[in-house]
């Protein structure tokens, strides 16, 4: 009961809400792991200081409670006055990266020791630049929503008494587009190779200096008509690209999505513009990253 | 692992061992020595690859082979695993154990944590200087090695001793932080009472004094110049030099080579068996060996504390075997008053004062009776006669003289008559005792030295002494032979005469002792032990006496003032820390910086820069605030130029806070 307070606590007071530099309270600091034992170590010293009143030992207890209380300063500030700014890949995709880019900031270019804490793994990070970023790598399972776990930075420099942490929950959640499967042989026709055939083109247009020299029609140039080149237009690209929902030869939810998404890649490779029809969304004709994002978000949502 | 981290652990662990050396067993020594050069081996063979897996069996053997030897070494010396010695030997033996199966993060973390306790324990040896030295050494090899488990991961390649110097460099950089809160504890935290009785160090004393005096046995006399005893008080009560004689005990029984004290001396004196002036000069005693259990007060002293007690031969001693590290208070009572003793005691005692070895030194017994019956049975006539005799015959006062045999009382005085203190004090007793005088051998300290400050007086071990004691008059009455052939000795202090009269040394090969006592030598002696006073009475006796004169100094006297003076040293101390650090902010801005931070200062919360603002975007928000919007506009333009363009000019400078100047009353006038 109080455990969930305190969590939601936590997401209230460092969910991300855009550029952060760490204050004072974005800052928990507190013993970690091996400072309880440094602190059981003090507890003795101090005991036998008094039992055999020998002050040297007294005063080397009080010397590793002062480096105490100075590690906690020193961890926190370890943190404290770093700017956090996180971008998130928009659209994700089952089983490849997704991406999130923490880009951190600082007035001085001092040395931070910092680990990256997320998802079951950890990782360390230094910066030492006056700006670094830092990116988490995830690998989606799931086609649909995904939200992002909080990422936990801490750093437990200088002695590992003391441990400052901070968290960034990313409060939005992000959607992931189905793995591509490719298609069954006799589904074939419904890709597009996107090798021209070489013989077969539109029209010709007059040479210009950065054009290929592959596409220089040397017929026409062999017969004296001037260099003009062959503007390749094939089936495909004539009508552009439909991917429907209904023709996937699936029954499955799930790898009819697959399918299209195969497709929507291939399309997206090749530059053919291209458009989806799902049940209950359909997107016109483009080209292009906007594009593909929109489509890759509409595959994920359905 | 890591190459740094191994190199700690091996610092580490051989600073712990070079401490320890002066105080384990040897055998345990060579052990210790062992396992740190096994580990740096294996160390070396793991980062070459050259270590072959073996099963689980044969890497643990010899741990368990190396704790069990160790601690059996530990039992054969002192027969216990308890006490200060052999407590302080196991945990080190736990920590070298330890040292030989670390493998992971948290055994490097365990690891270094012990060795701070080791090294916080190898106080009870010694509270010295140089210890503490040490010890601080250990501690910062410990930090490193916490240091860089923390900062393995974030590998920084750097060759081993330079990374070694940044990592020191860094941790005495957290220690000089650490600094202030560490005095501030150090001072006012309350000192409290031990919570439990512990087991004092068994410290066999290897200086000082014997409670046995063998004259004819020493060929050489080695004479140690370390400080025996320190006297705190006011300098100018003290009597003259050569009245100096610091007492420890009474040695009345003579077997024909040996004196030992009878055990009568040893029972405990009433302080109302005290007749006389009581009241004298309070001083404080400081032994600068704490285990030293005689305390040498001046002939003759009374203890003021409960926990000492006078003996029938004026001797002090603790009650309880204690370490001390404070001084003892004392009286001294001069040496007017009297004894009372109870007859039948006093009878016992003479009885013993009259007692010699009948069948040896039967010239000696001779000349004595004959010089007695010159001096008309006349006692005093005697003892001056005797005294004149010994200065007539030309006795030397020499270190060197020389082993006696078997009626050494005749031998010293009609063969060599060559002698120091013991010779003298030891023949004279006895030629007392020939003709029925009470007589007997005290021994103890004789001199003594200001110390550099004027502040105490230093007594040396050379100056131990031993002087002779007659019953006249129904007292005791100091009679010191050695001051009538050897006067300077008690006029001028053993270390002048060393200094002036080389013969003393004799003519064997003394160059070493001469050596030691050349005058530059000496000077540095007087003040390293000077500064040892001085840390040994401001830090390690720092007391809780001493504590409430610094309350008091600051006007505080209520319980709840340590407290007080804590809380707020620490709070007044982070504000030190704050202001210091907003100080180096604010130095390290460049001039431009500098301006804008004093201009958005000014400015109230709403007009302040945003966090995710660009300056550009914020003079643009600000502009619309304001009438004479070009303002703005300039400061941005000058800003970008200098940012930008990176020339930072004064002219610049100035017309930007000229600008800022004006934007503010701009904005003021706005409202």
């Not at chain 2, 736990?94 to 324990?121: G, H, M, Q, Y």
Request: glycine share 4%; proline share 3%; aromatic share 14%.
């Amino acid at each position: 009961m109080l455990g969930q307070r305190f969590v939601k606590w936590l997401h209230l007071r460092f969910r991300y809400t855009g550029t952060r530099t760490l204050k004072q309270n974005q800052v928990l600091v507190f013993i970690y792991q091996q400072g309880f034992l440094y602190l059981v170590l003090i507890l003795i010293t101090f005991i036998a200081g008094i039992n055999y009143a020998n002050n040297l030992i007294l005063g080397f207890c009080f010397l590793m409670s002062a480096i105490l209380c100075i590690s906690f300063y020193l961890s926190f500030k370890q943190l404290h006055a770093i700017t956090l700014d996180v971008i998130v890949d928009e659209v994700g995709k089952v089983n490849e990266v997704f991406k999130v880019k923490v880009n951190l900031q600082q007035d001085r270019a001092t040395p931070k020791f910092l680990n990256f804490k997320f998802d079951e793994q950890l990782q360390s990070f230094l910066f030492e630049e006056k700006q670094q970023s830092f990116e988490l790598n995830f690998i989606p399972q799931q086609r649909g929503e995904f939200s992002v776990p909080p990422i936990q930075i801490y750093s437990t420099y200088p002695l590992g008494l003391v441990r400052a942490w901070t968290y960034i929950y990313l409060t939005e959640s992000y959607w992931i587009a189905p793995e591509a499967k490719p298609l069954t042989h006799q589904s074939q026709n419904y890709s597009n190779t996107g090798e021209p055939d070489l013989d077969e083109f539109k029209e010709l247009r007059t040479f210009k200096s950065d054009d290929s020299l592959q596409s220089i029609s040397w017929k026409q140039a062999a017969r004296g008509q001037g260099l003009f080149v062959k503007q390749f237009d094939d089936l495909v690209d004539t009508h552009a690209m439909q991917i429907e929902y209904s023709k996937m030869p699936s029954a499955d939810h799930e790898e009819k999505l697959s399918f299209m998404m195969e497709l929507v890649d291939r399309c997206h490779q090749t530059e053919t513009p291209y458009s989806i029809i799902l049940p209950h969304a359909q997107t016109e004709n483009g080209i292009g990253e906007q594009h593909y994002i929109h489509i890759k978000t509409l595959l994920a949502q359905s | 692992m890591n190459k740094s981290i191994q190199t700690s652990i091996l610092v580490v662990l051989s600073l712990i061992w070079l401490v320890q050396l002066a105080y384990m067993p040897i055998a345990l020594s060579i052990l210790f020595l062992i396992n740190i050069m096994t580990l740096a081996l294996y160390y070396d063979k793991t980062n070459k690859h050259q270590v072959y897996k073996l099963p689980r069996l044969f890497t643990q053997i010899p741990k368990l082979v190396f704790a069990l030897l160790a601690l059996l070494i530990i039992y054969f010396d002192s027969r216990t695993f308890l006490g200060v010695e052999a407590g302080t030997a196991v945990l080190s033996t736990f920590l070298f154990a330890k040292a030989l199966e670390t493998k992971s993060k948290r055994d490097f973390i365990i690891l270094f944590n012990f060795a701070l306790f080791v090294s916080a324990s190898l106080f009870l040896h010694s509270q010295a200087f140089w210890m503490a030295l040490l010890v601080l050494c250990c501690l910062i090899s410990c930090l490193v090695g916490l240091y860089r488990v923390q900062i393995v991961n974030f590998e920084i390649d750097q060759p081993i001793f330079q990374s070694f110097k940044t990592d020191s460099i860094h941790i005495l950089k957290f220690i000089t932080l650490a600094l202030p809160f560490f005095v501030l504890l150090f001072m006012f935290f309350p000192r409290l009472p031990p919570l439990w009785q512990i087991p004092i160090p068994n410290n066999k004393a290897v200086t000082g004094l014997s409670d046995r005096m063998s004259p004819g046995d020493i060929a050489e006399l080695s004479q140690s110049s370390a400080l025996a005893f320190r006297i705190i008080g006011n300098m100018k009560q003290l009597p003259n030099r050569n009245e100096l004689y610091w007492r420890a005990m009474v040695l009345d029984r003579y077997d024909g080579t040996t004196w030992t004290s009878e055990f009568a001396n040893k029972q405990v004196k009433a302080y109302s068996k005290i007749a006389g002036h009581l009241d004298g000069f309070h001083y404080q005693y400081l032994a600068s060996d704490p285990s030293q259990q005689w305390i040498t007060g001046l002939e003759k002293s009374i203890p003021i504390e409960q926990r000492f007690e006078l003996h029938q031969d004026w001797s002090i001693t603790p009650k309880r075997l204690v370490q001390r590290t404070q001084p003892i208070e004392l009286q001294w009572v001069g040496s007017q008053v009297r004894d009372i003793q109870d007859a039948h005691f006093e009878q016992m005692m003479l009885k013993n004062n009259l007692s010699y070895p009948k069948k040896n030194d039967l010239q000696a017994q001779k000349f004595a009776l004959n010089l007695y019956q010159q001096s008309q049975s006349n006692h005093e006539a005697y003892i001056q006669n005797v005294l004149n005799w010994y200065k007539k015959e030309n006795f030397v006062y020499t270190l060197a003289p020389g082993r006696l045999g078997n009626n050494r009382i005749d031998e010293f005085l009609f063969q060599s008559r060559q002698g120091f203190c013991e010779h003298y004090a030891s023949s004279f007793v006895l030629l007392m005792r020939y003709v029925g005088i009470p007589a007997r051998v005290v021994t103890g300290y004789q001199g003594g030295e200001l110390s550099p400050d004027g502040q105490s007086w230093e007594v040396r071990q050379l100056d131990a002494h031993a002087w002779a004691e007659v019953y006249q008059h129904g007292q005791w009455q100091r009679i010191d032979p050695t001051a009538i052939i050897a006067p300077t000795r008690i006029d001028r202090g053993m270390q002048n005469v060393m200094n002036d009269d080389r013969s003393i040394f004799g003519d064997a090969g003394y160059s070493n002792l001469r050596f030691q006592h050349s005058s530059l030598l000496r000077t540095l002696r007087v003040w390293s032990d000077y500064a040892g006073f001085q840390w040994q009475s401001k830090v390690v006796g720092y007391d809780a006496e001493k504590q409430s004169d610094w309350m008091k100094k600051l006007g505080l006297t209520s319980a709840y003032s340590y407290g007080l003076v804590l809380i707020f040293g620490i709070l007044g101390l982070l504000l030190i820390y704050w202001g210091v650090t907003q100080f180096w902010r604010i130095r390290q801005m460049s001039g431009l910086e500098r301006i804008i931070a004093q201009f958005n200062h000014q400015l109230s919360v709403v007009d302040q820069k945003a966090e995710a603002e660009t300056f550009q975007q914020w003079m643009q928000r600000l502009a619309l605030r304001a009438e004479q919007k070009h303002l703005f506009e300039q400061v941005n333009q000058i800003f970008q130029k200098i940012v930008y363009l990176g020339n930072e000019n004064q002219q610049d400078i100035q017309n930007i806070k000229k600008l800022l100047k004006e934007c503010t009353n701009a904005l003021k006038v706005k409202k």
